[in-house]
Each structure stands twice: as structure tokens, then as C-alpha cells.
């Protein structure tokens, strides 16, 4: 299974394989044509409500991974159908974060991975 992570500033490539957008915003400055996308999952986007709590506070980042990895199990056909595609083949998380380590793209891209962890571990 081959999901890569990518800003959403950062040049689409070839390599990239299916392009989804996963935040809930889109990306200030970036143009449709410019991120190159094949989808925009908002459902796979954590809540408004947790978003703004976390703030892309590293301190934060344990508590909103818990938090989010909860929300996700609500998703569970779309995670379905985006592991199928990971797969198939290559699949790029694409996100506006400026951390690259402290975003929902490293929690989703590690569900999509591992699968979800068991109830109230979240791990």
C-alpha cells in the first residue's frame, strides 16, 4: 500500500498517483488547476470543532490524533474505498498544514495503513 503525504503548495508530480484534498477548507492560494486533484474527501476531514480546538498545536497533537481517529470510525466506507484505491495504487494525502508531522494527514494516512486502532486505545 503506497499513501504519501504532500502540502497542498508543494508541485503535483506524476508520481503522485491519485491526488485527494483532505482537509475541510480548501487551501488559501491554491488554484483548482494548480492542485491538481482527483478528489476532495471533506467527510475524511476532521470536525470544524475539533480543527479549530487544535489548532496545529503540537502540545495538542496526541489528544486531537485520539479524538480524530475516533471521528474516523464513523467513515468507515470511505476509508474503505480510499484504502482500496492506496492498493491499487498510489495514493497522495494533500493538506494546507504548515507542520508536517502535527496534521490529520499523518493520523489518516496511519489508519489508512494499520486500520483503525481498537476502541479507546487509540493506537
Keep these: 500500500m503506497d499513501v ?10 506524476s508520481a503522485d498517483g491519485y491526488r485527494m484534498l483532505v482537509d475541510r477548507l480548501w487551501p488559501r492560494g491554491v488554484s483548482r488547476e494548480r492542485a491538481k486533484l482527483e478528489g476532495w474527501e471533506k467527510e475524511l476531514a476532521p470536525t470544524t ?16 490524533r485520539r479524538h480524530y481517529i475516533e471521528e474516523l470510525r464513523a467513515q468507515r466506507p470511505h476509508l474503505a474505498a480510499l484504502r482500496r484505491k492506496a492498493r491499487a495504487g498510489t495514493v497522495t494525502l494533500v493538506y494546507g498544514a504548515r507542520d508536517s508531522e502535527h496534521n490529520e494527514a499523518v493520523v489518516l494516512a496511519e489508519v489508512l495503513r494499520r486500520g483503525l486502532p481498537s476502541t479507546g486505545t487509540g493506537r
Design 49 to 64: 470543532e475539533l480543527r479549530q480546538w487544535f489548532v496545529h498545536e503540537p502540545s495538542r497533537f496526541e489528544e486531537f
Design 4 to 13: 504519501r503525504l504532500k502540502r497542498a503548495y508543494e508541485p503535483a508530480e
